[in-house]
């Protein structure tokens, strides 16, 4: 009898604990009400290495204090959060769930986000999603880069020749007011092992390692920044014209856009612009100095490692689309915006974006650059003002 009774009691406690396995299984899984994004691992180290060292149409890449590869991303750096939970949710949705992670990461010591598998599929997805992430829109008018506008708030990134590879860079370092923020979106990304890294540097691991004289120098005197561009559209090398610089046909426009940031400009006979303007290779944000201007990107000695440059044929420095001095209007010596190249791609990391990545940086801490790449890659571009 008793052993009737434990069976008995065994019999029920199974079917029981069926019944909840039951229960369990076809609850149905209940959507979050709201977005929500979440930190996760990536295996950087399992990217293919990119060469650097004696990289065609890199300048100075030949220098042995350049390393031989681009370093990938390091744990945590930068961090990548992705969605988490289930649910349909549209671009102001996410817009409002990375607000969050782009103060606490971007905004902080980090300065650098990858959000990656958001659903934005389209430049229009990725124009809602900035324009309600609470940013601060900053046009690029003036700017340097070649560039075309897609859609409300978006540019391409530069359509610079794909072969070219370009140094890392504080966006915009030589004008005022500059990008506080920097979001890129992936539309298309390079094949694998086609090149086209996206390039990361900090700017504070690079004054830790740059020369202190040479620092001095640059503290001491500043950056002249030197543009000349044509009328046309057919400037050198294909580089913007003033009017797709300034996106006007109107000189009295640009004249206007010169004084109210204290340039210098002077127009040719045939109606090219050249115009000049110092700036401080040093910056104070949030209390601290930052190394922060583009004194060996935009030097005249870029234009040698295009691929289209031809020797026989070069144009003075003055006369290229652009070229950096000391702020007295000396030059400034191949041996330091060598030195500044070597430091800069010891702190440089990469990695290749994917489809619909957004990267976002905080322009103060973190440079920018790219590879070279063959085959198609197209990155979109939104530049945010500090709202300080």
């Known amino acids: ?35 929500v994004l979440q930190e996760t691992p990536v295996d950087w180290g399992s990217l293919p290495p990119a060469r650097l060292r004696g990289r065609r149409y890199l300048v100075g890449s030949d220098s042995p204090g350049v390393p031989e590869l681009l370093q990938p991303p390091r744990e945590g750096y930068p961090p990548v959060y992705v969605p988490a939970g289930s649910g349909e949710f549209s671009p102001e949705d996410w817009a409002a769930a990375a607000r969050d992670v782009i103060g606490k990461v971007v905004d902080g010591r980090i300065g650098a986000v990858l959000f990656r598998g958001l659903p934005l599929h389209t430049a229009a997805d990725f124009s809602r999603f900035v324009s309600n992430a609470g940013l601060s829109l900053m046009t690029y008018e003036g700017g340097a880069a070649m560039r075309t506008n897609v859609t409300d708030h978006v540019d391409t990134a530069s359509i610079e020749h794909p072969a070219i590879s370009m140094e890392t860079h504080n966006e915009m370092s030589y004008t005022q007011p500059y990008p506080e923020k920097i979001l890129f979106y992936c539309q298309e990304p390079a094949m694998p092992g086609h090149g086209g890294e996206s390039v990361m540097a900090d700017v504070r691991e690079i004054l830790r390692k740059l020369d202190p004289s040479v620092v001095d120098k640059f503290r001491s005197l500043g950056v002249r920044y030197h543009r000349h561009l044509p009328e046309s559209s057919e400037a050198f090398h294909g580089f913007n014209s003033w009017k797709d610089t300034f996106r006007t046909d109107s000189r009295d426009d640009v004249e206007k856009y010169m004084t109210s940031r204290g340039m210098t400009w002077r127009w040719a006979e045939d109606w090219a612009l050249s115009w000049w303007c110092n700036r401080p290779a040093m910056t104070l944000y949030k209390g601290e100095w930052l190394w922060f201007n583009q004194a060996n990107v935009l030097n005249a000695d870029y234009i040698a490692s295009h691929p289209e440059y031809n020797s026989s044929h070069s144009t003075p420095a003055h006369l290229s689309p652009f070229h950096t001095y000391y702020g007295d209007g000396s030059d400034i010596e191949p041996e330091v915006l060598q030195h500044i190249r070597d430091v800069t791609w010891q702190a440089a990391v990469g990695f290749q974006l994917q489809r619909r990545d957004v990267l976002v940086l905080n322009n103060m801490y973190i440079q920018h650059g790219r590879l070279g790449f063959t085959g198609n890659r197209r990155l979109l571009v939104y530049l945010a003002e500090s709202d300080a």
Do not use: D, E, G, N
């Open 1 to 35: 009898m008793k052993m009737l009774q434990r069976w008995t009691r065994q019999l029920l406690q199974v079917q029981a604990s069926r019944l909840r396995c039951s229960s369990f299984a076809s609850k149905p899984h209940v959507a979050s009400a709201t977005p």
